[in-house]
């Protein structure tokens, strides 16, 4: 994959590079959805230099792009919170998509990610605003031990009792693994004051990337919520890895039986309400995830705790 290293390039001009963007992503108004720091040329930065530079950004995420094949639309991406790398990110990758489409027109581009080949369709929709649609790395999904499950519950100072029961907890993967928890109420997931270090220390125990905490109005509408203290925030506002994995557990436990539409309202206790699309083929392996991005003026959301 070569990098594009010429100031004509629409990825290095006007912007300097490793100039940080600043999108939110499943939104179209910057005070909502998931702030994302988005670098469009990383090809000189190191590990230590993207991580330090995801650290001041302050966001869950920022997606650095190492190497760029404009004609061919193909680029290579990494991924960094402010404590670490992770595989794949869902929000990031929305906001880069965005940033690339109003920079070379929309159309179909694939990123090279540490997760593995992800294709994303940009287009413009009838008011004007950019959406992305990422299509995932195959997804799976396991019944969550009953050693994961109570040392998670210990943490979040959650019970059985306030789990639904005919979501059943799962381990699923779409790109990260994630635990995946039903509250019986939506009352149980507004009320989320956790053991931060406590749930942390699981979380690297089991290699998870958030717990994707949902609630179901309607086999159409989920809520949910993602603890993410191993990244350093207390809480994701709008978590496209967690969708993609959430769209493998559906089919997983059977809730997905013909080709569906799955809407993902998330943020709304944060005060960052964000929505997320998830495409579930029952016949399939993986999900697609759609949601729109808009730049940020200025520095702002999540910080770390």
């Not at 489409?101 to 605003?129: C, K, S």
């Not at 350093?232 to 997905?256: H, I, M």
Request: charged share 20%; proline share 8%; glycine share 10%.
């Amino acid at each position: 994959m070569t990098t594009e290293a010429s100031g004509t390039s629409p990825l290095n001009h006007p912007e300097p590079a490793a100039r940080t963007l600043r999108y939110s992503a499943f939104t179209h108004d910057p005070a909502g959805g998931n702030p994302a720091g988005v670098v469009l040329d990383a090809s000189r930065l190191d590990e230590a230099a993207m991580l330090a530079l995801a650290a001041e950004v302050g966001y869950s995420e920022t997606a650095f792009v190492t190497g760029a094949d404009e004609q061919a639309r193909r680029f290579r991406v990494r991924y960094f919170s402010p404590l670490a790398e992770v595989a794949f990110c869902g929000h990031a990758t929305v906001a880069l998509a965005v940033a690339l489409a109003e920079r070379l027109g929309p159309g179909e581009i694939v990123l090279d990610t540490p997760a593995g080949e992800i294709p994303v369709a940009t287009r413009v929709d009838d008011e004007g605003a950019v959406l992305a649609t990422l299509t995932s790395v195959p997804t799976r999904s396991r019944p969550a031990s009953d050693t994961e499950l109570d040392a998670t519950l210990a943490a979040l100072g959650w019970s059985r009792g306030d789990l639904d029961p005919e979501l059943p907890p799962h381990v699923a993967f779409g790109g990260n693994d994630h635990l995946v928890l039903a509250a019986a109420s939506r009352t149980r997931l507004a009320k989320l004051d956790y053991d931060f270090e406590g749930l942390a220390e699981v979380m690297r125990r089991y290699g998870w990337t958030t717990v994707h905490l949902v609630w179901r109005e309607s086999p159409e509408l989920f809520h949910a919520r993602d603890p993410f203290p191993v990244g350093g925030v207390v809480e994701d506002p709008a978590t496209g890895a967690a969708a993609a994995a959430f769209g493998g557990y559906l089919r997983a436990v059977g809730l997905v039986t013909s080709p569906a539409r799955i809407s993902v309202r998330q943020g709304e206790d944060m005060g960052r309400p964000g929505d997320l699309l998830i495409d579930v083929d029952p016949h399939g392996t993986r999900t697609r995830v759609t949601g729109g991005a808009v730049p940020i003026a200025e520095a702002g959301g999540p910080r770390r705790s």
